[in-house]
Nanobody, 122 residues
Framework: QVQLVESGGGLVQAGGSLRLSCAAS????????MNWYRQAPGKQRELVAG???????NYLDSVKGRFTISRDNAKNTVYLQMNSLKPEDTAVYYC????????????????WGQGTQVTVSS
């Protein structure tokens, strides 16, 4: 099993910054993609940013230029630096990782964190 523990959420004023962290632990051989999703009340969960094992990144259009995703492979940790936050960024943010737990199996599994609340006041 793999556990994802998120931290760094909170309440911030518009224009402020927050840094989210997500540390993966447990039965990990290798992690492929590491992603951040978010879900606002009454809305569907959406992909905010992702980073591949090779470092390639992708972003939701509305956060481009404001958010930066990065990863530390030695620590099995993914970060999301969020700058110039807007009230519409308010949501629960979830970490998601695609993990292979054994070198002898070709099976990849997706794991999710418990979510961390980000609230941006106007």
């Amino acid at each position: 099993q793999v556990q994802l523990v998120e931290s760094g959420g909170g309440l911030v004023q518009a224009g402020g910054s927050l840094r989210l962290s997500c540390a993966a632990s447990g039965s990990i051989f290798v992690i492929n993609t590491m992603n951040w999703y978010r879900q606002a009340p009454g809305k569907q969960r959406e992909l905010v940013a992702g980073v591949s094992s090779g470092g390639s990144t992708n972003y939701l259009d509305s956060v481009k230029g404001r958010f930066t995703i990065s990863r530390d492979n030695a620590k099995n940790t993914v970060y999301l630096q969020m700058n110039s936050l807007k009230p519409e960024d308010t949501a629960v943010y979830y970490c998601n990782c695609n993990v292979k737990s054994s070198p002898y199996s070709g099976r990849w599994r997706d794991y999710w964190g418990q979510g961390t609340q980000v609230t941006v006041s106007s």
